[in-house]
């Protein structure tokens, strides 16, 4: 039997001491292989296994994405709505005349935020890149006061949803709405939008409607005290020491306060799976239609101009965005051909689906290095070489 060419690769980087272990899975059609490598702690911890459970961060936004079509499709609300009439509490922003000016110079916005534009992230409000990533600039020094904790999963803002977005709207936009991209604010604002829309708490609009169908039974923003104490702890470099630190995380055994859209969830490998291959069917799973096909369509398809691609730097690394995830919109190697569609969580793990092969490539890790150290790279290029069996 020919050795599995993601297992070979990334167990030697587990074995150079790169991450303590990772749950990987490849599917091409019905054939789906999963592998389990090292363990959850460079101690010893416990082996990784199938259904090891993580933090997937930012691979939330695309689950939210999924939800956001369910409820424009039932007509609920529409993706060309201006999002205060739904959040009246964000009626009436301006913009600020300057991104780093004072809170005072403002202009009025040419347009309303829309729905799309939260999707799409171009709602004028998100995590800014120039000339650092979010710079001392007021705006910020504004938000960070204001305890909203628009960037990393962690610290988790102390506000109930309500509160958040009254806290939001006294705040000007940064830019025009839908002139730039930029991230995650955009589906922190979507996620109190849709709970709000639906009337039940985000989770549960979730689980009803996305989870339950899938079999997804343990993702979510929460989980039982003893499967929480499961979670592996969150390793990134220490850039003082240059050495993998152990971070601080959230406690995941109460619900959250604040349920993030952006980045609040926990799953497994095979419950990411059922919702990545719905995607990759159009919609369907196991025989019943979740998402229209065209629903599928607009998530999975660029919305972004080349000089808003130029925009997201790093985050994006030329890709295009459609509605809650990455779009390749040129090729990228090893094989990804424009179509591919996709994102990662910063807590180290990603997700690709590439339609042209058929191909779903998902990466559980707890080490933030993954993402930028060449082993997500690594990984994509093996799950394309898998031999067939």
């Given at each position: 039997m020919q050795t599995s060419s993601v297992r070979q690769t990334m167990a030697a980087r587990v074995e150079r001491g790169e991450f303590p272990g990772i749950v990987?899975?490849?599917?091409?059609?019905?054939?789906?292989?999963?592998?389990?490598?090292?363990?959850?702690?460079?101690?010893?911890?416990?082996?990784?296994r199938?259904?090891?459970?993580?933090?997937?961060?930012?691979?939330?936004?695309?689950?939210?994405?999924?939800a956001t079509m369910i409820l424009v499709e039932d007509d609920v609300i529409d993706l060309e709505e201006p999002v205060h009439k739904v959040l009246p509490e964000l009626a009436g922003q301006r913009v600020l005349a300057r991104v780093d000016g004072p809170l005072a110079e403002t202009v009025p916005a040419r347009r309303p935020v829309?729905?799309?534009?939260?999707?799409?992230?171009?709602?004028?409000?998100?995590?800014?890149?120039?000339?650092?990533?979010?710079?001392?600039?007021?705006?910020?020094?504004?938000?960070?006061?204001?305890h909203l904790e628009l960037g990393s999963p962690y610290p988790r803002t102390p506000h109930t949803p309500d509160e958040w977005v009254r806290r939001f709207g006294t705040l000007p936009l940064m830019y025009q709405p839908g002139d730039r991209w930029q991230?995650?604010?955009?589906?922190?604002?979507?996620?109190?939008?849709?709970?709000?829309?639906?009337?039940?708490?985000?989770?549960?609009?979730?689980?009803?409607?996305?989870?339950?169908?899938?079999?997804?039974?343990?993702?979510?923003?929460?989980?039982?005290?003893e499967r929480a104490a499961q979670l592996p702890v969150h390793l990134m470099t220490d850039s003082a020491t240059g050495k993998l630190t152990e971070q601080p995380t959230s406690d995941w055994s109460d619900p959250p306060v604040f349920p993030s859209g952006s980045g609040g969830l926990v799953s497994t490998v095979d419950e990411f799976h059922a919702f990545a291959r719905m995607l990759l069917r159009r919609g369907v799973h196991g025989g019943t239609r979740l998402l229209s096909e065209q629903s599928v369509e607009l998530m999975t398809t660029n919305r972004l101009t080349p000089e808003q691609i130029a925009s997201g730097g790093m985050f994006l690394g030329g890709s295009g965005w459609g509605l809650g995830m990455a779009v390749t919109v040129t090729p990228q190697p090893p094989a990804v051909l424009p179509g591919g569609y996709g994102w990662s969580g910063g807590y180290g793990t990603t997700w690709l689906n590439d339609p042209h092969e058929e191909l779903t490539a998902i990466a559980l890790t707890q080490v933030s290095d993954f993402l930028w150290s060449g082993a997500l790279t690594e990984f994509q290029q093996s799950a394309y070489a898998e031999p067939a069996r």
């Open positions: 990987t899975l490849v599917a091409r059609g019905d054939d789906v292989r999963v592998e389990a490598i090292g363990a959850t702690a460079f101690d010893g911890g416990v082996p990784m199938r259904d090891t459970i993580f933090r997937i961060a930012s691979m939330t936004k695309p689950i939210l994405a999924a829309t729905v799309e534009d939260l999707l799409s992230f171009r709602n004028g409000f998100g995590t800014l890149l120039e000339p650092t990533i979010d710079p001392p600039f007021p705006i910020v020094a504004a938000a960070q006061e204001l991230y995650n604010t955009g589906t922190q604002i979507l996620g109190v939008l849709l709970a709000r829309a639906a009337r039940r708490p985000l989770g549960e609009l979730l689980r009803e409607r996305l989870f339950e169908p899938l079999g997804m039974a343990e993702t979510g923003f929460w989980l039982p005290a």
